[in-house]
Each structure stands twice: as structure tokens, then as C-alpha cells.
């Protein structure tokens, strides 16, 4: 590797790990905020909408309507899939502990395997199927503690929501790889709001929870997004994917730091045991599709 190559290399890993960071804070904001969850939804979308909108056209330059008008069904269902992950994943952080929400999230590579399986007969390896084995086991010792509250199990029901709409988005994205990732987000980002818009009250936001909630949108998802748009193209996708992982331990750790949000007993033992089932398949896979460098010989 050309010390240009690894400059490229280690600009990606700083871009795509940020990414993750940011995309963590979900936990913080969806805390601090007060406003209710369909107004949180609403005001965020419209804010998400905007500022990846600005990239998407920032980048494209002026190909940008060329490349909107372009597009066809597969954009559209990806737009579909977004949007339900955004309502599941803040709803099922809002709804129950942020530690059950991601456990269940950590799954998605392994959902995805499935769905990929179903739709498009992509067979999975047998290290995916054992770990997703392992997974489930994981998730299932983390369901057989007690419920935290009367939303708990709507707030788990809304990560599996969310995990199998990014299974989908992942199998529609992996189909049609000519797919605009950017314009889809930002109209999925739209369409939330579209969605809860009938639901919500913004003349009720306080000026506290409007700075918060276009934090919100601009830090942890436009940035966040805009983040890992230009880092994964430096560095291969299994090693983008395995620093985009560091977004399930992250987000309840901020939360245990800065908010003494304690997991229960149950996700403090199948927690674990998914995120060991999740870090050990995607290092393998990295260590599988790793290319080996020639040996110089000087």
C-alpha cells in the first residue's frame, strides 16, 4: 500500500467511525427531548430532509435533478424502507431502554442474510448462519427478563419494525447497486414527516426542543449520513461495515454515562452475547475478503 493509498485509507476509517459516533447520539436526543414522539418525528424529518438534500446536490452538482428524475421503483421502495426504520428506531428508543432497542438492532446483518435468502436466493456463508444463531440466542435470553415498563415490548416490537426494514433497504440497495442512496434518504426523511405530520403538534415545541430536535437531524443523521457517504468510498465495505457496527455499544453506553440509563439484567447477559455474535462475524468477514499485499522485496 502507497503512503497515498494509506492517507486515503485513514481519512475513510476518521470519516466512517465519526459517522457512527454521531449516529449514537440518537439515545441523547430522543432523552432530552420532551416533545412527544410523532412531533420529534416530524420536525426531525423535515430537518434530516433538508440538509441531505444540500449534500446530495452539493456533490452532484448540476446532475442532481437530472439524477432525481431518474429515478424508479427501487429508489422508491428504498425511500419506503427508510422511512419505517426512521419511525421504528426513534420510536423503539423512545418506547423502551436504548440497550434492548440496539441488541435487537445488532441483528440486521443477519436479518439481512435471511431476507437476501428469501428475495433474491443470495446464500448466506456458514459463519453468517452460525452467528445468526448465536444472535438469536442472544436476543432471546435479553426477551425473557421481565418488561421495563407497559411500552417496553412496543418499543422492542418497533426495533424488530426497524432491523427488518434495514434488512430490506440493505437487500433492495445490494440489488440495485445504481440505486441513489442520497435522494432516497432525503425523501424518506420527507415522507416521515408526511407520515406523522397528521399526528404531531410543532406550534406545541418549545424553543428548547426545536434547537434540539434541528440538532437532532443535522448531527446525528444528515451528518452522520453525510459522514459515511464520503468515508465508505475510501475503504472496503467490510471495514466500513465493522466501524458502523460501533453504533450499538456506543449508544447505550452514552446513555448509561450521561443519563444513568441502566440495561436490565437480562440485556446486561444476551447483550453481549449479540454483539460477540455480531463483532467476531464481521471480522471474519473482513479477514476473508481482506486482499493480501504483496511482500517488496528490497
Not at 49 to 72: D, H, Q, T
Request: aromatic share 10%.
Amino acid at each position: 500500500m502507497t503512503l497515498a493509498e494509506q492517507q486515503q485509507y485513514r481519512l475513510g476509517v476518521t470519516y466512517v467511525a465519526l459517522s457512527a459516533l454521531a449516529w449514537s447520539t440518537s439515545g441523547l436526543f430522543v432523552r432530552t427531548i420532551h416533545a412527544d414522539l410523532m412531533t420529534i418525528l416530524f420536525c426531525r424529518g423535515i430537518v434530516t430532509g433538508f440538509g441531505v438534500f444540500a449534500l446530495f446536490f452539493y456533490i452532484e452538482r448540476g446532475n442532481g435533478w437530472r439524477i432525481i428524475r431518474s429515478m424508479r421503483w427501487p429508489s422508491l421502495a428504498a425511500t419506503v424502507f427508510s422511512t419505517t426504520a426512521m419511525i421504528g428506531g426513534i420510536g423503539s428508543i423512545y418506547y423502551t431502554s436504548i440497550a434492548d432497542a440496539m441488541v435487537i438492532y445488532a441483528t440486521v446483518p443477519f436479518v439481512t442474510a435471511g431476507v437476501a435468502y428469501v428475495f433474491i436466493r443470495e446464500r448466506p456463508s456458514a459463519t453468517t448462519l452460525v452467528a445468526s444463531v448465536v444472535a438469536l440466542g442472544g436476543v432471546l435470553v435479553m426477551l425473557s427478563g421481565e418488561s421495563a415498563g407497559d411500552g417496553s415490548w412496543l418499543g422492542k416490537g418497533l426495533a424488530v419494525i426497524m432491523t427488518l426494514a434495514v434488512a430490506g433497504l440493505a437487500v433492495i440497495m445490494r440489488q440495485h447497486r445504481d440505486v441513489p442512496m442520497l435522494p432516497a434518504m432525503a425523501l424518506s426523511a420527507w415522507l416521515c414527516s408526511f407520515v406523522t405530520f397528521w399526528f404531531a403538534s410543532p406550534s406545541m415545541v418549545s424553543g428548547h426542543d426545536l434547537g434540539l430536535i434541528v440538532a437532532f437531524g443535522l448531527v446525528q443523521s444528515a451528518m452522520g449520513l453525510s459522514l459515511y457517504t464520503f468515508g465508505s468510498r475510501l475503504i472496503p465495505a467490510a471495514d466500513a461495515t465493522l466501524l458502523t457496527a460501533l453504533e450499538v455499544p456506543l449508544t447505550p453506553l452514552w446513555a448509561w454515562m450521561f443519563l444513568a440509563e441502566l440495561p436490565s439484567r437480562a440485556t446486561l447477559v444476551g447483550g453481549p452475547i449479540v454483539l460477540a455474535a455480531l463483532f467476531g462475524h464481521i471480522l471474519l468477514e473482513v479477514r476473508r475478503n481482506r486482499v493480501k499485499e504483496p511482500v517488496q522485496v528490497h
